[in-house]
């Protein structure tokens, strides 16, 4: 597959596995021509947390207009496409399904062929996608390490070769992300916690708020169930220290219960530091022992400033270049879905009419 060389032709594709409706046009497996996302953030911030049901239906109200103005941006007709990828897992079933039913019609009513893709090899993917009008940049270099960190996954893969994947090591119990999003509700900051949490940690004056890591030995393995635990600890001891009840989470609408900006922003930083710290020591060792040549950053977490800085430090000192995408494209969105299905279209990869949601999907290997 090194050699294989990838032709201009125009893929469709279709992500719907959490709560992002994401539909992409895509040329020679890398350009965006466009890239349509609509989020539903805001839909699920007063639960404070994604409600599968919900989030089905929402797919349902947006995956038209979305497509309309994906074709409409890229400036072409589902004619003009050549053939459809969708993501058929890992992720919500109801979200899944709508993606999956609706990419599934327009190939058989258009009569193109489809190919499914795993969400996670998407964020792979990533990283090779250029936007409108610029300058086709290097690809990543095999064999390669890549993290992917998300709020649903985490994990370590070495690529020697396209759509070859060797699991390093992953998450034994929550998502960086996932962990992210709960001790930002903790420190009462808004949905979704993650970015808040980035935003807060920036803001920090005082950085000696220590939070426990878990190494877990030689393993490439990451743990943050218990990081959590002690984060809860740690915010309750703080809350006590300024008169605030204990044991309960303050509401982003509750000023007065909350802590004090200074508190949230030293915790927010220890609690962050504490996750960057495993990530990047993890990810360099594992570069070095494979002897990698280029380090891939990807998933929603990829945005947070602090992992992004610190693992480009650590692979430029090994001399190494870190490819992480812009921000948008860490987040979930079709473009990734396009880069990693023009991959398999080019192996000669199809999928029939059966596809089916697969929400516990494994990354495939070869």
């Not at 792979?124 to 890549?146: C, I, M, Q």
Request: glycine residues 12%; hydrophobic residues 45%; negative net charge.
């Amino acid at each position: 597959m090194t050699g294989t060389t990838m032709d201009e032709t125009i893929l469709l594709a279709v992500e719907s596995s959490c709560d992002e409706t994401g539909i992409a046009v895509i040329a020679g497996g890398r350009r965006i021509l466009s890239n349509v996302v609509a989020s539903q953030t805001a839909l699920h911030a007063a639960t404070g947390g994604i409600v599968p049901e919900v989030a089905a239906r929402a797919h349902l109200r947006w995956v038209v207009p979305v497509l309309d103005q994906a074709l409409a941006d890229a400036g072409i007709g589902l004619g003009d496409v050549e053939g459809i990828a969708v993501t058929h897992g890992p992720g919500l079933a109801g979200s899944l399904l709508v993606g999956i039913n609706f990419a599934k019609t327009l190939a058989w009513v258009h009569d193109k062929p489809l190919v499914g893709v795993n969400h996670l090899e998407g964020h792979l993917y990533a990283a090779w996608l250029t936007d409108p009008g610029d300058d086709e940049r290097a690809a990543p270099v095999f064999p390669l390490v890549a993290l992917i960190v998300s709020g649903g996954h985490t994990f370590l893969v070495e690529m020697r070769d396209h759509l070859t994947y060797r699991l390093l090591g992953q998450t034994v119990d929550d998502a960086a992300g996932e962990a992210f999003d709960k001790v930002g509700r903790l420190l009462g900051l808004p949905y979704p916690g993650g970015p808040e949490v980035s935003r807060a940690a920036g803001a920090a004056i005082r950085h000696d708020a220590a939070f426990p890591r878990a190494w877990l030995g030689d393993s490439y393995d990451f743990s943050f169930s218990g990081l959590k635990t002690a984060a809860r600890r740690t915010i309750d001891e703080a809350r006590a220290g300024e008169g605030l009840p204990t044991g309960r989470v303050a509401a982003a609408s509750e000023p007065d219960a909350r802590l004090s900006d200074g508190a949230v922003a030293e915790l927010s930083w220890g609690f962050q530091d504490a996750v960057v710290d495993v990530l990047v020591t993890k990810t360099i060792r594992a570069a070095e022992a494979t002897g990698a040549r280029s380090i891939v950053l990807g998933g929603g977490v990829a945005a947070n400033g602090a992992l992004r800085t610190r693992l480009a430090g650590e692979a430029e000192a090994l001399g190494l270049p870190l490819i992480v995408p812009r921000p948008a494209l860490c987040t979930d969105n079709g473009a990734m879905i396009g880069a990693a299905g023009a991959r398999r279209f080019a192996a000669g990869e199809r999928s029939d009419l059966a596809l089916d949601a697969s929400p516990s999907l494994p990354l495939a290997r070869r």
